[in-house]
Nanobody, 126 residues
Framework: QVELVESGGGLVQPGGSLTLSCTASGLTFSSYAMGWFRQAPGKEREFVAGISWSGANTYYTDSVKGRFTISRDNAKNTVTLQMNSLNPEDTAVYYC???????????????????WGQGTQVTVSS
């Protein structure tokens, strides 16, 4: 049974930082491209960042470029999202997701992803 478990969400002040982690089990993690998505109240789920199976390629939505960093450790079956300079517009539930792919290209459309975590809340507020 495949399971993705996110951790690290919470309340942070504007300008602050958080690190989200996602630990996978029940799959060959190194064969999966991984992504982070988020969904704010009343909005559609959106792609935030993605990383290829080897970690060689990373992708970000424009609004987080230069502030967020995605990375992975295939030995530990984890993918991490380091978030800096957070602002209230980053408030959302953040989801980890993965799909089977040995391509260096990572897609940003949610329907391509096979497995999803339960989500972790990130709230940016003073």
């Amino acid at each position: 049974q495949v399971e993705l478990v996110e951790s690290g969400g919470g309340l942070v002040q504007p300008g602050g930082s958080l690190t989200l982690s996602c630990t996978a089990s029940g799959l060959t993690f190194s064969s999966y491209a991984m992504g982070w998505f988020r969904q704010a109240p009343g909005k559609e789920r959106e792609f935030v960042a993605g990383i290829s199976w080897s970690g060689a390629n990373t992708y970000y939505t424009d609004s987080v470029k230069g502030r967020f960093t995605i990375s992975r450790d295939n030995a530990k079956n984890t993918v991490t999202l380091q978030m800096n300079s957070l602002n209230p517009e980053d408030t959302a539930v953040y989801y980890c997701a993965g799909y089977l792919s040995l391509s260096l290209i990572v897609v940003y459309t949610s329907h391509e992803y096979d497995y999803w975590g339960q989500g972790t809340q990130v709230t940016v507020s003073s």
